[in-house]
């Protein structure tokens, strides 16, 4: 099973950036779709960004215009770019990964922490 690693995350100012990592220990066409997801304290985990095999990119209106997903097949990782942070971002960020026919994600990382100061 492929599993999935995510790295980038810290502690930012509002308005700052940060590039979170998630590399796959095989290849990243195992799936159909990549997507991060996130979960702050006291709520439901949602979905932020999403990238398919075709690069058709999808986004939560809550990060669109700042954030920007991408995947760099021969590195088998996909990136999300965040820009414009803002305190309501902080959250954990998880890569996780879709296979063919499903409608669920089924392959899961571990998790980074992102926390934007005021």
């Known amino acids: 099973q492929v599993q999935l690693v995510e790295s980038g995350g810290g502690l930012v100012p509002a308005g700052g950036s940060l590039r979170l990592s998630c590399a796959a220990s095989g290849s990243i066409f195992s799936f159909n779709a990549m997507g991060w997801h996130r979960q702050a304290p006291g709520k439901q985990r949602e979905l932020v960004a999403t990238?398919?095999?075709?690069?058709?990119?999808n986004y939560a209106d809550s990060v669109k215009g700042r954030f920007t997903i991408s995947r760099d097949n021969a590195k088998n990782t996909v990136y999300l770019h965040m820009n414009n942070l803002k305190p309501e971002d902080t959250a954990v960020y998880y890569c996780?990964?879709?296979?063919?026919?499903?409608?669920?994600?089924?392959?899961w990382g571990q998790g980074t922490q992102v926390t934007v100061s005021s």
């Open positions: 996780a990964g879709r296979r063919a026919g499903w409608s669920t994600y089924s392959s």
């Open positions: 990238i398919g095999i075709g690069d058709n990119t």
